[in-house]
């Protein structure tokens, strides 16, 4: 399985963008890249996911290197509500095997 | 609308017990998943099913049974309870393999 580096633990100001790095250097053609969140006791939270192009939806921004060996996930204005664990994953697009990581711990500063 | 439902929320189990954890998607999804989570660690894929009738193992799946006899229902067995598989399982569904998952709020069983 393709597997994903990630940093343990970031820290961000509240209202400040927040640029989480994933490093995936085994990526193949057919996997796409997952990002989710975890809240503390809550189940994990869908936020973004793309394969070659950058990707934006109303939660946050994907950005996907040209030679898709590294991903960012911005968010672009960081609030309390956002401290979670963020997990970055690639997925076969022809599977549904989906293993998560360690992921990275955002701590968000008022 | 509401998503995927997973019952119960909490369960203690006496080592050796048997049950079923349900799962229950109401977004007409072909594809669901089990994970389990242990203490300050990532999800682990134990079963998952890409439609009706069809299963496969995942990362973890010694101990635990699946079935998926209808679209909605995804139930998770465990055989005979052992204290490792104190954890909290989470059910997720898909509706396409390159689409993103949708998570329950997960079920924490304890085996004493």
């Known amino acids: 399985d393709a597997k994903t580096t990630q940093p343990n633990s970031m820290e961000s100001n509240e209202e400040e963008p927040v640029h989480l790095p994933c490093n995936h250097s085994?990526?193949?053609?057919?996997?796409?890249i997952h990002w989710y969140r975890q809240l503390p006791s809550q189940g994990p939270e869908y936020v973004i996911h793309g394969l070659t192009s950058n990707v934006n939806n109303r939660m946050a921004s994907l950005a996907i290197a040209e030679d898709r060996k590294s991903s960012t996930l911005i968010l672009h204005r960081a609030t309390l509500r956002d401290a979670a664990v963020y997990y970055c994953i690639l997925k076969d697009g022809w599977s549904n095997d989906m293993r998560f990581g360690a992921g990275t711990r955002l701590t968000v500063k008022p | 609308n509401a998503g995927v439902t997973q019952t119960p929320k909490f369960q203690v189990l006496k080592t050796g017990q048997s049950m079923t954890l349900q799962c229950a998607q109401d977004?007409?999804?072909?594809?669901m998943s089990w994970y389990r989570q242990d203490p300050g660690m990532g999800l682990r894929l134990i079963h998952y099913s890409v439609g009706a009738g069809i299963t496969d193992q995942g990362e973890v799946p010694n101990g635990y049974n699946v079935s998926r006899s209808t679209t909605e229902d995804f139930p998770l067995r465990l055989l005979s309870a052992a204290p490792s598989q104190t954890s909290v399982y989470f059910c997720?569904?898909?509706?396409?393999?390159?689409?993103?998952?949708?998570f329950g709020s997960g079920t924490r069983l304890t085996v004493v």
């Open positions: 997720a569904s898909n509706s396409r393999q390159t689409d993103g998952y949708t």
């Open positions: 977004m007409n999804h072909e594809y």
């Open positions: 085994t990526i193949s053609g057919t996997d796409y």
